[in-house]
């Protein structure tokens, strides 16, 4: 019994660190100071460097919980939404805020370590499902075109984010709202 609350522990305080390093790589970017990330987790840098010893561990490890959040958030949605369109509506705005929130991920992402390689296709085996089922879903009910493709409209969603962070007047979620709404069945 003890051995399973000290691993119940050991998952929640790295949950608390990787929410942490979330918030500080949304507010600074992926070059956040370590010790900027430990206060917000309340713990020394120590603690961080002792579950993430390179920075690009820690850069991979949240990528990884976001995407896993946003692709567990999808059935949930679905079951608890009003419509399957209000369903993926929602999810679509978890989305871009997955998107517009990577400060610096994309240079991450280009560099030689072979840890950032395997993220794309982590990324896509995760979240095409989801995607594909909300579709599916408000297609089978009516609610949307039959003919969308996850990967078009998670390409088009990605897209429409590009820039969202380095323009103040670009409103990246509104203009993907009006692409959500064309989804919409022509009556």
Not at 58 to 79: F, K, M, T
Not at 85 to 112: C, E, M, N, P, Y
Request: net charge negative; hydrophobic share 50%; charged share 25%.
């Amino acid at each position: 019994m003890v051995e399973r609350s000290r691993r119940a522990d050991a998952r929640r305080n790295e949950e608390s660190l990787l929410e942490a390093a979330a918030a500080a790589f949304v507010a600074s970017g992926v070059e956040a100071p370590v010790r900027d990330i430990a206060a917000r987790a309340g713990v020394g840098t120590g603690t961080i460097y002792r579950h993430f010893p390179t920075r690009a561990d820690l850069i991979i490890a949240v990528y990884r919980h976001q995407v896993d959040a946003c692709a567990e958030a999808g059935p949930a949605l679905l079951a608890g939404g009003a419509t399957p369109h209000t369903a993926l509506a929602r999810w679509i705005d978890l989305f871009v805020d997955f998107l517009v929130t990577k400060h610096g991920l994309a240079a991450a992402l280009q560099s030689d370590n072979t840890g950032f390689e395997t993220l794309h296709a982590y990324f896509l085996d995760r979240l095409l499902p989801v995607c594909a089922e909300l579709l599916d879903a408000a297609a089978a009910a009516g609610e949307i075109r039959s003919d969308v493709e996850a990967y078009a409209l998670m390409r088009g969603v990605g897209n429409l984010c590009i820039g969202a962070d380095s323009d103040p007047r670009y409103d990246a979620r509104r203009l993907v709202g009006l692409l959500v709404a064309g989804l919409r069945q022509a009556d």
